[in-house]
């Protein structure tokens, strides 16, 4: 039974993703649970105490000066729990079970579906649970047990393989060039329906760094979902950049510009180290840092 010593984990988890993200609608996004769950289990938790946490406001909640106090403490026990959780689920010799998978949204989509085939092919025991994101999850609170990132995590808790470079390109489907031409110079794009980002700067501030002015005002279409910029690309509406491998896979999509020197993608393979010793985590993990290896590999040659 609970008490105001001991309420149950759960309440405080909701408490503390509240207090990270500001309001009950994110905090039920971050837990994958439903607003009214986090509203009753911050009710619950208040009960429980026997203090106000959050004043109601027709805005939202606000914290009080004792929800301040308490989130130290609780972000502090939540990573220790973590920490525990790590220790056992290393400590685990067996293959049968689940291992929970993140990557970016475009690679879940386009990348991930033909290599978890033959994963599942090799160790059907195994389930796998798929997280696609464009924001890094964290694998050292158990968000996810194996990550493919882009960029190269750096904390020292984690092991993570360099597994290829993925180059990029400006890119068309056949279907618009027949209708507004060719661009032959990098100047030519201006002249043109480009796709690209709403409010994230991510296309805008690689091409500064290339010396190529682009401003948000310069994308006819705009969208912060990078599967919705590949599909609307794929459909003909206009240009936008995109791994080699998922244009070259793509029947009527065009690569343009070669001379434009866009950085390449790299791609990490990333878990815990205490994680790597769970036999049904690391066997996933090398499986896929061999097929994940084999595919880029064939897209560049």
């Known amino acids: 039974m609970n008490d105001m010593r001991h309420p149950d984990w759960s309440l405080w988890r909701s408490f503390e993703a509240v207090m990270q993200t500001g309001s009950l609608t994110a905090a039920a996004k971050k837990l994958d649970l439903s607003q009214p769950t986090i509203g009753r289990h911050i009710d619950a938790l208040e009960s429980t105490l026997g203090v106000t946490l959050f004043d109601r406001q027709l805005r939202g909640l606000t914290p009080t000066e004792t929800a301040f106090r308490l989130q130290a403490p609780i972000e502090a026990a939540n990573r220790a729990l973590a920490e525990a959780e790590l220790v056992a689920a290393g400590s685990n010799r067996s293959e049968r079970g689940t291992v929970r998978l993140t990557a970016s949204t475009v690679t879940a989509h386009y990348s991930l579906p033909g290599l978890l085939?033959?994963?599942?092919?090799?160790?059907?025991?195994?389930?796998?649970?798929?997280?696609?994101?464009?924001?890094?999850e964290n694998i050292l609170m158990r968000d996810a047990d194996i990550a493919i990132r882009m960029f190269r995590p750096t904390q020292t808790e984690l092991i993570t393989r360099k597994i290829a470079e993925s180059t990029l390109s400006a890119c068309a489907h056949q279907s618009y060039l027949e209708r507004r031409g060719t661009p032959q110079t990098p100047a030519d794009l201006f002249h043109h329906d480009l796709v690209g980002f709403d409010k994230s700067d991510l296309i805008t501030a690689n091409a500064s760094r290339l010396g190529f002015s682009l401003n948000r005002s310069d994308f006819a279409l705009?969208?912060?979902?990078?599967?919705?910029?590949?599909?609307?690309?794929?459909?003909g509406l206009g240009i936008g950049f995109a791994q080699d491998c998922l244009i070259d896979a793509a029947p009527g999509m065009v690569r343009l510009l070669p001379e434009l020197p866009i950085p390449s993608l790299?791609?990490?393979?990333?878990?815990?180290?205490?994680?790597?010793?769970?036999?049904?985590?690391?066997?996933?993990?090398?499986?896929?840092?061999?097929?994940?290896?084999?595919?880029?590999?064939?897209?560049?040659n």
């Open 117 to 136: 085939r033959d994963v599942r092919l090799a160790h059907p025991e195994v389930d796998i649970e798929i997280l696609p994101s464009d924001t890094p």
């Open 222 to 235: 705009r969208t912060d979902s990078q599967t919705l910029i590949w599909e609307m690309v794929r459909a």
């Open 266 to 300: 790299e791609i990490w393979l990333t878990t815990h180290k205490q994680l790597y010793v769970n036999r049904r985590i690391r066997v996933i993990y090398d499986e896929l840092a061999r097929l994940l290896s084999r595919y880029y590999r064939a897209a560049k």
